[in-house]
């Protein structure tokens, strides 16, 4: 079966760094879309980057262009989302999703706090 497994969260300062990760099994990885998406405590989950099959290309929310960046390793069947410049705003819960399966992980919780 589908299975997403996030890491790499935890408590940053602002303007700082995280890599977080998503190890995916269960499908053709290199195959399908994947996503990242995060849930702000009281508000809705919302999508913050995708990354397409093979060619990589990518897009992002607004509120995160410029300072986060999405990649893939197919030969790990992995996702990564490296989290630069961080706000106190970007502290949420970061799912791993694929789409096409609606498949998502547990998540991990990134706090963003001085």
């Known amino acids: 079966q589908v299975q997403l497994v996030e890491s790499g969260g935890g408590l940053v300062q602002p303007g700082g760094s995280l890599r977080l990760s998503c190890v995916a099994s269960?499908?053709?990885?290199?195959?399908?879309?994947m996503c990242w998406y995060r849930q702000a405590p009281g508000k809705e989950r919302e999508l913050v980057a995708r990354?397409?099959?093979?060619?990589?290309?990518?897009n992002y929310a607004d509120s995160v262009k410029g300072r986060f960046l999405i990649t893939r390793e197919n030969a790990k069947n992995t996702v990564y989302l490296q989290m630069n410049s961080l706000k106190i705003v970007d502290t949420g819960v970061y799912y791993c999703n694929v789409p096409l399966l609606d498949s998502w992980g547990q998540g991990t919780l990134v706090t963003v706090s001085s």
């Open positions: 269960g499908f053709a990885f290199s195959s399908y879309h």
């Open positions: 990354i397409f099959t093979r060619g990589g290309s990518t």
